[in-house]
């Protein structure tokens, strides 16, 4: 009964408003739901009136985005995803987060990077602004420089909507219609899906790639980061990564062109110290 449903229609408005009334009332007087709500439940609840135009992907707000990703986010912890809690390491990778931010082209939406305890070399993002490094990622790069590219890579897949555009296809090529009604959780479920399991569109790739490497320059590292760590790719030995994130070698291609055309040096910049990269990791080495 509580399973939160969002209609289109504005009609359907009000009646989903006086629906989080009861419930507002009911936890206020100490009543007991009808049905035990999850986690999951709670984020549809949470969004109320905000649910309803999540459908509306074309004029999803940068808010319902985020909320999203909130719930996206606290179904996979629940899930079994594993934050890891090193201080040190955290901050660092929010601290090239930081600098990579002011030039992507949407510097004021709010990031959370995360470490996830997996030691497969990946890397991924969620909407809303939920960037996840993985702690095999961490140790499988050479340098920060590599590093701060793949974050920016995946910052570029959220400033660029790509998880939303999917969605859009998808509700689009299951024929629904507008004013179908679609649970909230089949949204969460196919961000998932689109998150870890669907291959990435070969454009949103090179949209991301070329997104991170002005990020990356912008913010001041050598270009080379990226292209050493599509090497990586290319040699194949990263298959949690390809996974998502496939024809490594074109893309390398693509980016050396950029790169070219630009007329930058690819070795010019920060973040090329392997030596203290390692340093700045040591941490890792004792988990
Ligand atoms: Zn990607």
Same mark, same amino acid.
């Given at each position: 009964m509580l399973n939160p449903f969002f209609w289109i229609k504005r009609a359907s408005h009000r009646r989903w408003f006086y629906l989080l009334i009861l419930v507002v009332v009911a936890l206020a007087l100490g009543v007991g739901l009808p049905h035990t709500s999850s986690a999951f439940d709670l984020c549809g609840l949470l969004d109320g009136d905000a649910g309803i135009e999540i459908i509306q992907l074309i004029t999803i707000s940068d808010q319902q985005e985020v909320e999203l990703g909130k719930c996206l986010n606290q179904q996979e912890v629940a899930q079994g995803l594993e934050i890891y809690s090193g201080r040190k390491i955290t901050e660092y990778v929010q601290d090239i987060g930081k600098r990579l /931010?002011?030039?992507?082209?949407?510097? $004021?939406?709010?990031? &959370? +990077?995360? !470490? !996830?305890? #997996? #030691?497969? /070399? $990946?890397? +991924? =993002?969620? !909407? *809303?602004? +939920? !960037?996840? %490094?993985? &702690?095999?990622?961490?140790? *499988? %790069?050479?340098? @920060? =420089? @590599?590093? =701060?590219a793949v974050i920016a890579h995946e910052i570029a897949h959220i400033t660029s909507k790509h998880s939303i555009e999917k969605l859009r296809q998808i509700i689009k090529d299951k024929n629904l219609e507008v004013n179908s009604e679609v649970e909230y959780g089949t949204i969460i479920n196919l961000l998932e899906d689109i998150a870890f399991s669907l291959p990435r569109g070969r454009q949103q790739e090179y949209e991301a790639d070329r997104k991170g490497l002005e990020m990356l320059h912008g913010a001041g590292y050598a270009p080379s980061g990226m292209t050493g760590f599509l090497e990586k790719l290319t040699k194949g030995n990263t298959p949690a990564m390809l996974r998502t994130h496939p024809e490594p070698a074109k893309r390398l291609d693509t980016l050396n062109e950029i790169i070219n055309k630009k007329g930058w040096d690819p070795n010019d910049g920060d973040g090329l110290d392997s030596d203290a990269y390692k340093q700045r990791i040591q941490s890792l080495a004792i988990e």
């Amino acid at each position: 009964m509580l399973n939160p449903f969002f209609w289109i229609k504005r009609a359907s408005h009000r009646r989903w408003f006086y629906l989080l009334i009861l419930v507002v009332v009911a936890l206020a007087l100490g009543v007991g739901l009808p049905h035990t709500s999850s986690a999951f439940d709670l984020c549809g609840l949470l969004d109320g009136d905000a649910g309803i135009e999540i459908i509306q992907l074309i004029t999803i707000s940068d808010q319902q985005e985020v909320e999203l990703g909130k719930c996206l986010n606290q179904q996979e912890v629940a899930q079994g995803l594993e934050i890891y809690s090193g201080r040190k390491i955290t901050e660092y990778v929010q601290d090239i987060g930081k600098r990579l /931010i002011p030039y992507s082209d949407r510097p $004021n939406f709010p990031y &959370t +990077f995360q !470490v !996830v305890r #997996n #030691n497969d /070399i $990946n890397a +991924f =993002a969620l !909407v *809303g602004g +939920f !960037v996840y %490094v993985h &702690t095999g990622l961490l140790k *499988g %790069v050479e340098n @920060e =420089a @590599e590093l =701060a590219a793949v974050i920016a890579h995946e910052i570029a897949h959220i400033t660029s909507k790509h998880s939303i555009e999917k969605l859009r296809q998808i509700i689009k090529d299951k024929n629904l219609e507008v004013n179908s009604e679609v649970e909230y959780g089949t949204i969460i479920n196919l961000l998932e899906d689109i998150a870890f399991s669907l291959p990435r569109g070969r454009q949103q790739e090179y949209e991301a790639d070329r997104k991170g490497l002005e990020m990356l320059h912008g913010a001041g590292y050598a270009p080379s980061g990226m292209t050493g760590f599509l090497e990586k790719l290319t040699k194949g030995n990263t298959p949690a990564m390809l996974r998502t994130h496939p024809e490594p070698a074109k893309r390398l291609d693509t980016l050396n062109e950029i790169i070219n055309k630009k007329g930058w040096d690819p070795n010019d910049g920060d973040g090329l110290d392997s030596d203290a990269y390692k340093q700045r990791i040591q941490s890792l080495a004792i988990e």
